[in-house]
């Protein structure tokens, strides 16, 4: 795995041991379905971290150019972390926790 700090800095350290670019790209998706752009890109970044050169050009395109073609081609598979996160935390409220 390339750049494991990198995910572990943005906060998707589980893809270092499954899923790995692939899941990043599917996060980022969601990301950006929910609105959430500046991450989306942050992510799609971290899937070249080992190639400058593709970087460089996905940093020239730009966050608008990068998300936008990305969300017009392909859509997230599963279930967005953060829905379940939620659910999980709202269950949690109900049965008395925090």
């Known amino acids: 795995m390339d750049c494991p700090q990198q995910y572990i800095e943005l906060g998707v350290p589980e893809y270092i041991a499954s899923g790995g670019r692939s899941a990043v790209i599917n996060e980022a998706l969601f990301a950006a379905y929910r609105g959430d752009l500046g991450r989306a890109y942050q ?11 593709a970087q460089g ?24 972390p953060q829905v379940i996160q939620q659910g999980v935390q709202y269950a949690i409220a109900i049965l008395g926790g925090n």
Do not use: F, S
């Not at 992510?43 to 050169?53: A, G, K, M, S």
């Not at 996905?58 to 966050?63: D, H, M, R, S, T």
């Open 43 to 53: 992510l799609v970044l971290l899937t070249q971290c080992r190639n400058p050169e």
């Open 57 to 80: 050009e996905l940093i020239q395109a730009g966050q608008n150019a990068v998300v936008g073609y990305m969300v017009r081609n392909w859509t997230p598979t599963g279930v967005d």
